[in-house]
C-alpha cells in the first residue's frame, strides 16, 4: 500500500491503470455525484435529458407568472426508464434540451407519463388498474444549478455532496451563482488522456505557464495562488472529511491588451492568444477588471466547475468504455447575459476554450500513452515528484481516490 502520509510523489501507475482499478471504476462512477443543468429557466420551461445521463430526465413547467418576488419552479427530475419495457422514454440530441409537454410519451408501446409528477396516465392501455409513477431522483440545487445526489455509503469517509457544494461556496463566495447567466453551449468530447490523469492535470497549476504560455496564461496570473485544500492538507492526507479542492488565481494585467488580430482566422498560428486578448477587450470594456483570473473547484471524483471573467463551465469527465488512455468529456458553457449580447462573445470564449484544451489534451494523452506502458511492465513504484506548492491538491486527490478504490474491494 501507497503510504501517502509521507510522500509527495505520484502513485504508482498501478493505482490508476491496473485491471482491478479499471474493473471497478463502473461501480465508482455509478455512486458518484452528476451535473445535470439549470434548475430553473423561466418563463417557457424545458425539458433535458442530458447527454451524459440519459437514465433521467429534467422537467421545469413554463412559469407564467414570473415577477421579482416570484420565485421560478425548480426542475423536478425524474427516471426516464419506462416502467412498462424500460425502454428509454424521452431520447434527445445535443445539448438534452426539448421544448416542454406536460405529458410524455413512450414510443415504445405508447406509455404516456406526466412529465413533471411521472404519473402514468393510459393504464387502461396496459391493462393496469394501479397506479405506477416514474421514481424521483434525488437532487442538490446549488446556485441556479442542479445535481443528481450521492453517498459513499460503506466508506470510512461520508460524501455528502450538499456539504462539498457548500465548502465551494464558502470558498468563493458568489461567483458561481448562476443568476445573470445563460446557458450558451454544450459540448461531449472524446479525448486524449485517462479520466483519472484528465482532473489531475485540472488540479495542476504549474504546467499553467509553460504548457499555456500563448493561451491560459494569457489570461492567469498562478503567481497568486489561493488553494484548498492546499499545504494544510499534505501532512494530513489519511484524515477524512474533505473531497473538494478549490483553487484561485489572479488575472494578467495585460489581459486584453495584446493583438487580437487573427482570432477568427482557424489557420493563424497565433489564433488561441489572439482569442484570449479579443475576450479580455471584450470583457474589460464592457465590466472592466475582473475580481480574479480563474476558479476552478474539483469535486471528487469527476466534477469540475470552472469561473472565467463572464464564463461559468460546468464539466464533467467519464472513463472511455473501452479504451483506458481516452476520456469522455462534457461542458455546459454559461455567459453572463449581457456579454452574450456582443456578437464576438461566445465565439471567441470558445476559440479560447477549445486552444487551451488542444494543449491539455497532447499533454495528457501522452502522459497517459506512457503510465500505461509502465502499468503493463509491472512497474509498482511512484512516478514523478510534486510540486509543493502548484501541485499542492494532487495529493488530496491520490488519497481520495486510494481510499476509494480501497473500499471498493481493490489491493494493490
Given at each position: 500500500m501507497l503510504d501517502t502520509t509521507t510522500s509527495l510523489e505520484r502513485p504508482s501507475p498501478q493505482w490508476i491503470f491496473a485491471p482491478e482499478v479499471r474493473a471497478q471504476e463502473t461501480r465508482l462512477f455509478d455512486r458518484s455525484p452528476l451535473y445535470?443543468?439549470?434548475?430553473?429557466?423561466?418563463?417557457?420551461g424545458f425539458l433535458r435529458v442530458p447527454p451524459w445521463a440519459h437514465d433521467l430526465y429534467l422537467a421545469c413547467v413554463p412559469d407564467k407568472t414570473p415577477t421579482q418576488q416570484h420565485s421560478p419552479t425548480q426542475a423536478q427530475v425524474r427516471s426516464n426508464v419506462c416502467l412498462h419495457w424500460q425502454a428509454d422514454i424521452l431520447q434527445a440530441s445535443g445539448d438534452g434540451f426539448l421544448s416542454?409537454?406536460?405529458?410524455?410519451?413512450?414510443?415504445?408501446h405508447n406509455a404516456v407519463y406526466s412529465a413533471e409528477s411521472g404519473k402514468l396516465l393510459n393504464p387502461h392501455l396496459f391493462k393496469q388498474s394501479c397506479t405506477h409513477v416514474l421514481p424521483p431522483?434525488?437532487?442538490?440545487?446549488w446556485q441556479g444549478f442542479l445535481f443528481k445526489d450521492a453517498t459513499w455509503e460503506g466508506l470510512s469517509s461520508h460524501f455528502s455532496l450538499r456539504q462539498e457544494l457548500a465548502r465551494v461556496e464558502a470558498e468563493t463566495g458568489s461567483l458561481f451563482r448562476a443568476e445573470g447567466y445563460r446557458l450558451m453551449k454544450t459540448i461531449e468530447m472524446e479525448q486524449a488522456g485517462n479520466w483519472a490523469l484528465f482532473v489531475l492535470n485540472y488540479l495542476d497549476l504549474m504546467h499553467v505557464d509553460p504548457a499555456h504560455s500563448e493561451t491560459l496564461a494569457q489570461l492567469c496570473d498562478c503567481s497568486y495562488v489561493q488553494s484548498y485544500p492546499g499545504l494544510n492538507f499534505s501532512s494530513e492526507l489519511q484524515v477524512p472529511g474533505r473531497w473538494t479542492a478549490v483553487q484561485q488565481?489572479?488575472?494578467?494585467?495585460?489581459?486584453?491588451?495584446?493583438s487580437s488580430e487573427g482570432w477568427n482566422d482557424p489557420d493563424h498560428p497565433r489564433r488561441g492568444k489572439a482569442a484570449f486578448h479579443q475576450w479580455g477587450k471584450i470583457y474589460r470594456e464592457a465590466k472592466g477588471n475582473p475580481p480574479l483570473g480563474s476558479v476552478w473547484a474539483t469535486i471528487f471524483p469527476h466534477l469540475m466547475l470552472e469561473w472565467y471573467p463572464g464564463v461559468i463551465v460546468m464539466s464533467q469527465v467519464f472513463p472511455h468504455p473501452s479504451d483506458p488512455t481516452r476520456c469522455k468529456v462534457y461542458h455546459d458553457f454559461y455567459g453572463e447575459?449581457?456579454?452574450?449580447?456582443?456578437?464576438?462573445?461566445?465565439a471567441v470564449q470558445q476559440v479560447a476554450f477549445h486552444a487551451t484544451g488542444d494543449e491539455d489534451e497532447s499533454m495528457v494523452g501522452s502522459m497517459s500513452r506512457n503510465l500505461m506502458r509502465f502499468a503493463r511492465r509491472g512497474l509498482n513504484t511512484p512516478t514523478g515528484f510534486v510540486?509543493?506548492?502548484?501541485?499542492?491538491?494532487?495529493?488530496?486527490?491520490?488519497?481520495r481516490l486510494i481510499e476509494v478504490l480501497s473500499e471498493l474491494g481493490v489491493t494493490l
Open positions: 445535470l443543468g439549470p434548475a430553473w429557466h423561466r418563463p417557457e416542454f409537454n406536460p405529458s410524455i410519451l413512450c414510443k415504445s431522483v434525488p437532487t442538490v440545487e488565481v489572479d488575472w494578467k494585467k495585460s489581459w486584453g491588451e495584446g447575459q449581457d456579454l452574450l449580447e456582443h456578437p464576438d462573445f461566445l510540486h509543493p506548492q502548484l501541485e499542492d491538491c494532487s495529493p488530496f486527490y491520490y488519497a
